[in-house]
């Protein structure tokens, strides 16, 4: 590499010292890439090479995190999105050019946009009544991530102004869109403060959406569905705390997990990471950054909840009960089925629909109030726009939260148009639709007043 000629020999062996060495091993795993990474230790520099794999859309199938004293070592073994190996010189370039970068960290440029941070409450709706201001506002959404989780919403939106294509200077607007949006994140029975800030700072997008919802106390409430198993102890012997998590495996599972301890101010020293199936297994050797092991037991717990919330608020679960049963007054006849094992719990991420098309003024605005006028509700939504184009992502339930029945999006997608709005991954409900049907009984949809029933008589765990 070339060295600016300010730099004496003694600084130039520390840059040396201190940049990661990437090492790229295509021979050695048999189903995987295997990728190196030995460097001076710092804290969050996990993260941040997590982050660039995640970035680069690489599944992590294994990895060995091991340090000793100010240096640590990370095999990542790792596939593209499909399973495959890596074998394109041009895509493993790329992989080394970024891993060996990492130690000057890597940030999402914002220049000549506007970065508005937003949370609240979470209701039906809601994303359209923000881009419906934003729009009014004369501001064009660039590019925003949505997450929805334990009732509470948060998103990060970079957004220019309408007449000078730049980022939004004007003092006075700025102030009137955050009341604005203060005002429609509120509602009219928020449950606790919304939130509404022009950033200034420059982070990536989904470490400062958990860092948001983190400080918006999401883990706060008892959790539904497949719930994942942490179990946190401590090694007394070498004065480490273990957190130990049995979960189903996804995408940016180990960024999920990773950016939450670090931003706990947990560091990370030891770990090992394994995927079987679509089951993965995580285990984390931390301590305090003073070198101390969590030292209480509502600190363990405090951990358990939020490494949950962190696995939880990308997957955007949502609950539903389904109840098979002829009877017509199924209030009464559900605690019998119950007993009887006929009540089914599904877990849904909703529709995943993606929206292809030329950008224009207002396009989320309305497709959005198309959304909402016929009762769809959007609990996590990735918006983009590149080159004149929108590739936008919007997951997507019913009004109950329960999965959207197939000709409503049919409709919604002849109203914004079949060929910019396709169906990308369906829910398992449909999976197992034909199964349902064949079964001699109805089934129903039940409710939020039937989950609250049950949970008083103590039946089912809250899901709330």
Not at 46 to 59: F, G, K, P, R, W
Not at 93 to 117: F, M, N, P, Q, W
Not at 142 to 170: F, M, P, Q
Not at 214 to 241: H, I, M, T, W
Request: net charge negative; hydrophobic share 40%.
């Amino acid at each position: 590499m070339e060295w600016p000629p300010y730099l004496d020999e003694y600084e130039k062996l520390l840059i040396r010292m201190s940049t990661p060495r990437v090492m790229i091993d295509n021979a050695g795993c048999s189903n995987a890439t295997r990728l190196t990474i030995d460097s001076a230790r710092k804290h969050g520099i996990l993260l941040e090479a997590i982050q660039v794999l995640t970035d680069l859309n690489l599944s992590i199938k294994k990895a060995y995190i091991c340090s000793d004293g100010r240096w640590f070592m990370d095999v990542f073994h790792v596939t593209d999105l499909n399973g495959n190996k890596l074998t394109d010189e041009s895509v493993l370039g790329c992989i080394e050019e970024s891993l060996e970068t990492v130690h000057y960290g890597r940030s999402k440029s914002i220049d000549g946009l506007t970065a508005l941070e937003l949370t609240g409450t979470d209701r039906v709706g809601l994303l359209s009544e923000v881009f419906a201001v934003l729009s009014n506002l004369h501001c064009n959404v660039v590019d925003a991530k949505v997450w929805t989780h334990n009732g509470r919403i948060a998103s990060l939106i970079y957004l220019t102004d309408d007449d000078s294509g730049c980022s939004v200077e004007d003092s006075e607007k700025l102030e009137k869109m955050e009341g604005m949006l203060r005002n429609v994140l509120r509602g009219d029975n928020d449950i606790r403060s919304a939130r509404t800030s022009v950033s200034l700072a420059v982070t990536h997008m989904e470490r400062r959406l958990h860092q948001m919802m983190f400080a918006d106390r999401d883990y706060d409430g008892n959790v539904c569905g497949d719930v994942p198993l942490v179990l946190v102890q401590n090694y007394l012997e070498k004065d480490y705390s273990v957190v130990s998590i049995h979960c189903k495996d996804r995408n940016k599972l180990l960024f999920d997990v990773v950016c939450t301890l670090t931003d706990m101010g947990y560091v990370v020293f030891h770990a090992t990471v394994d995927t079987s199936g679509d089951r993965a297994s995580l285990e984390f050797f931390i301590r305090h950054m003073d070198g101390t092991p969590i030292n209480s037991e509502a600190e363990k717990q405090r951990v358990i909840l939020c490494i949950v919330a962190a696995i939880k608020r990308r997957a955007s679960q949502v609950l539903s009960l389904f109840l098979y049963t002829s009877e017509k007054d199924y209030f009464i006849v559900v605690f019998e089925q119950i007993v009887k094992g006929n009540v089914v719990l599904i877990n849904s991420q909703g529709v995943r629909l993606e929206l292809c098309t030329v950008d224009k003024k207002g396009l989320l605005a309305n497709v959005t109030r198309t959304f909402r006028e016929n009762g769809l509700n959007v609990v996590r939504a990735e918006i983009s726009t590149s080159m004149g184009t929108a590739r936008n992502v919007f997951y997507v339930t019913d009004a109950m939260g329960n999965a959207a029945d197939e000709k409503l999006i049919d409709s919604v997608r002849h109203k914004i148009g079949v060929s910019s709005l396709k169906v990308k991954e369906l829910p398992s409900i449909y999976h197992d639709k034909g199964e349902r049907e064949e079964a001699p009984a109805m089934t129903w949809s039940i409710g939020n007043m039937v989950r609250r029933n049950l949970y008083n008589l103590g039946l089912i765990k809250s899901c709330y």
